[in-house]
């Protein structure tokens, strides 16, 4: 999974990112000291793999991870090459889905680029910039397909006449998220598109320490992207990006007092996980034994074929049949051979929907 972080400069978007990813993302209160995308990875935090590692004494847990890509701070203009420009709307192309940080707290200390805090105009800005570049984008898919349309290919008709409904869509200012699709021919040209608006977004309410503890109930900024983010099919977590940055430097244990200490229950990268597995329509199984335990990513929905795919491709190609037993069920019986005798092993076939928290063992011959 990859996630790109983007928002207005001095809104918190590097401190958050530095504090997710411990990466050291230079942080400064000007405009643009993001000058190249960083990339982090970080461990989903997953106790069931800390809980199997144990169980089978494992020589090496892996967790899934999430790369996270801090995008320079966009500006109006950053679609025709203003700040930073073209280079970065084009890292955001590379992401499953975006976290767009928006100011929700209010510093003299800290400058804003447009001069006062207003979550909405700032998420108005940035999105209207993702249109242009989605419009450019599809201008020149046009420019292809009215030759093609010209000279009598049916084909190509059809797509262009999808095309001008939407370019006039975006041109409204409206998400191509929102856009209408009409068959699967429409949906297959639409997803070679890989437009900007098109992608998910999660919105990180980014606020001061006093506004936490409620979860930014009292505080007006975060119901204002709340109730935008309701009506546009998206999520939304409250995050301190500054308190995040103090909780990096914790271990576990420091990190679990200083939650406490605070009044809340998780950490903003446990919030945005949460929301991107969501968001995403993302789950995961696990695979357990001596040598390894892992988390392995996967769709909801996915068979167990294609399960094993995510392994490696000879075990999709070659799946025979899956044994699979819960995660709690395992640890509950206290050894697999235990399980097995209480009937809580199963054998699926290649029909089987993988469920989270799965333990599966792949049987498979090529």
């Not at 409204?172 to 977004?201: H, I, M, Y």
């Not at 335990?293 to 075990?315: E, L, N, V």
Request: charged share 30%; aromatic share 8%; proline share 2%.
């Amino acid at each position: 999974m990859k996630l790109g972080i983007v928002g207005l400069p001095n809104v918190g978007k590097s401190t958050l990112f530095n504090s997710l990813t411990k990466a050291g993302a230079e942080s400064a209160n000007y405009p643009f000291c993001t000058i190249d995308p960083n990339v982090g990875i970080v461990p989903v935090p997953d106790e069931r793999i800390r809980l199997l590692g144990d169980f089978y004494h494992s020589k090496k847990v892996t967790p899934a991870v999430v790369e996270f890509v801090d995008i320079a701070g966009l500006v109006k203009g950053a679609s025709k090459g203003e700040g930073l420009g073209n280079q970065f709307l084009a890292n955001i192309r590379e992401v499953d889905a975006i976290v767009h940080v928006v100011r929700c707290f209010e510093d003299s200390n800290v400058i804003h680029v447009d001069g006062s805090v207003d979550p909405l105009r700032d998420i108005e800005t940035i999105d209207l910039e993702l249109i242009f570049a989605d419009l450019e984008v599809l201008e020149r898919r046009m420019a292809k397909t009215s030759k093609s349309a010209r000279v009598g290919d049916k084909a190509s008709a059809r797509e262009y006449a999808m095309e001008e409904r939407l370019k006039a869509h975006l041109e409204e200012g409206k998400d191509a998220s929102l856009f209408e699709l009409q068959d699967e021919d429409e949906a297959a040209v639409f997803a070679e598109l890989n437009l900007l608006t098109a992608k998910p977004v999660i919105y990180a309410a980014n606020v001061g320490e006093d506004d936490l503890a409620d979860d930014g109930a009292s505080n007006a900024h975060v119901q204002a992207v709340r109730k935008f983010a309701s009506e546009h099919g998206s999520e939304v977590f409250v995050i301190c990006a500054q308190i995040e940055a103090e909780m990096a430097e914790l271990d576990d244990d420091e990190r679990a007092e200083f939650l406490a200490d605070l009044g809340i229950e998780e950490s903003g990268l446990d919030k945005l996980i949460e929301a991107s597995y969501r968001t995403l329509g993302l789950m995961s199984f696990l695979t357990s034994g001596e040598d390894e335990t892992r988390a392995w990513t996967i769709k909801i929905g996915t068979k167990a074929p294609q399960a094993a795919g995510k392994i490696h491709s000879d075990f999709e190609r070659g799946f025979i049949k899956a044994e699979v037993v819960n995660y709690k069920d395992l640890l509950d019986a206290g050894s697999y051979a235990g399980a097995r005798d209480k009937g809580l092993i199963r054998i699926e076939g290649k029909e089987y929907v993988v469920q989270d928290g799965d333990v599966i063992l792949f049987r498979f011959n090529v």
